[in-house]
């Protein structure tokens, strides 16, 4: 992933654009959610 404020604040402003509520910590939440229940799914195998 580019190092790189620009990149990353134009990404979030397209975001916000396209949905208010898709702020940055909502964002991680969803990807530590899914990577949680695919952890929890490998372990039930």
Known sequence: FPE???FINN???KLQIESIDWDL???KQYWSNNN???KQKK???
């Open 4 to 6: 790189d404020d620009n």
């Open 43 to 45: 372990q039930n195998l």
């Open 36 to 38: 949680y229940a695919k």
């Open 25 to 27: 910590t909502r964002i």
């Open 11 to 13: 990404i979030h402003q």
